[in-house]
């Protein structure tokens, strides 16, 4: 065989190859796994959070931020709705800051910056804000409640609660365009922006109306939002290689369909 001959060989030889590894001829190869376009693993245990065209070098920070969403909205849900005789919140303080805000935050910068995920980040890095500036209102060294407090009783005044109201629904607002934003992630990630956006809705109709049921109804809709989240969390972290299969939370895919 001539050297042109073996040249045209060889050529034709990585050309076929180049073929089988971009793709074309992938049921030739049944034992490959599916990976991203940079080269990694796809993961698809959480749709709209960590999709398969995000590139990971790093740990999955979702469930993090989806446990600490729901502890924090746990913790304050049953504070609303007075469990155990407990009126004052204060408590709550901890977990909004050093678990919700602090971590959800962390959470969303990762997304965004080392995995490149929008949708996650944009979620995440909101509800952390959320926590911080929430717990912020009841830190004394900043002195937001002592603003509106009548000087005469000691007492947060009537502004106090209409500011807060007023807070909390642009929350709602804010929830409800994330609501909007997720509708093909999965049932469990919808379900939990569902009931965010109801939990804030009734707390801020709550403080505006001074309605008993309202604020009965944000501590309902806020547990159902941590129980959401909860489930959100464990679809990505109980995975086949940390629990046994009948454990694991399937988590309702609502992406669309690859054919």
Known sequence: MSHTQEHLNTQESSGSNDKINDGHYDHLS???RAVTPGGNPIDNEQ????????????????????????????????????????????VGVAFFIFYGGIFQSLVGLIELICNANTFAGTVF?????????????YLPALGIAAAYTDPATGLP????????????????????LFVIGALRTSVVVLSTLV???????????????????????GGAFGICASICAYAAACAG???????????????GSLAPSVV
């Open 195 to 217: 009931f965010t956006a109801l939990a804030f809705a009734s707390l801020a109709a709550s403080l505006n109306l001074d309605s008993q049921h309202a604020l009965t109804a």
């Open 125 to 137: 890095g909101s509800f952390g804000a959320f926590n911080l500036s929430y717990g912020a209102l």
């Open 237 to 251: 972290f109980y995975t086949k290689e940390t629990t046994f299969a009948f454990i694991r939370v399937p988590p």
């Open 47 to 90: 749709p709209g959070f960590n999709q398969a065209q995000y590139h990971r070098k790093f740990g999955n920070p979702t469930p993090l931020g989806l446990f600490s969403f729901g502890t924090g909205f746990l913790c304050s849900s049953l504070f609303t709705l007075h469990t155990r005789g407990i009126t004052t919140p204060n």
């Open 157 to 176: 005044s009537e502004e106090f609660n209409q500011a807060v109201g007023i807070y909390l629904w642009c929350w709602f607002i804010v929830t409800t």
């Open 30 to 32: 049944h034992n490959a």
